[in-house]
């Protein structure tokens, strides 16, 4: 396993708790496994996972197997502290197509609902980031965030993504529609 986060030392935890600000300073990352299916299942139908994101509630099980089964233009990352998994990471790649082999989709950071905030999506998009810069060679890595998502938007910004534009209703949730902001990180 990778570990994604360095030991946090006893200054900076001091830090993050005069912040109440709960973190994790050991997350190992892992692929993800078909092994997993039950335990993301339940992340991502999640009601804050299903409202950040295009999924549908209520799906079943076997769409999660069926996510997870192999297939060589995903990379998909789970989040696992103290043996739980909580959370779970998925790019898209174009590996296969010389014109687009240089970009990649970040699809989906999600954690499970007690882990928000507490430095999982941090790990996941070290990791990620990691892949891309260290081992794909990767230029570009984009994603899409809905627009009302600030703690995303920052996460990712801190990270070097930028703004690209706004999508105006790019999304339907619940009555209404949701915008979206592209964000997309160049690697030099």
């Known amino acids: 396993m990778l570990n994604a986060r360095p030991e946090v030392r006893r200054s900076d935890r001091a830090a ?17 496994e078909i092994d997993d299916a039950v335990v993301l299942h339940e992340i991502l139908t999640s009601a804050h996972v299903v409202e ?3 999924r ?3 799906a079943r099980l ?9 297939k060589p233009d995903r ?14 990471a998925e790019v898209l790649t174009q590996f296969d197509n010389p014109r687009a082999r240089h970009a990649a989709v970040l699809n989906l950071i999600a954690t499970r609902a007690d882990m928000q905030s507490r ?3 941090t790990g996941l998009l070290e990791a990620v980031i990691g892949l891309a810069d260290n081992h794909w060679g990767l230029r570009r890595l984009s994603l899409v965030v809905w627009a009302d998502n600030e703690p995303a938007i ?6 070097g993504f930028e703004r690209e534009g706004l999508q105006r209703d790019f999304v339907r949730s619940g009555t209404r529609y949701q915008d979206a902001v592209a964000m997309a990180r160049i690697h030099d």
């Open 56 to 58: 549908l509630p209520h």
């Open 75 to 88: 990379v998909q990352l789970v989040a696992v502290s103290g043996g739980d998994v909580v959370g779970f």
């Open 119 to 121: 430095g999982v999506a």
């Open 52 to 54: 950040g994101t295009m």
């Open 154 to 159: 920052r996460l990712y910004e801190r990270f």
């Open 62 to 70: 076997a769409s999660t197997k069926q996510r997870l089964e192999a």
């Open 16 to 32: 993050a708790n005069s912040r109440k600000v709960p973190i994790m300073p050991n997350i190992d990352i892992r692929p993800a």
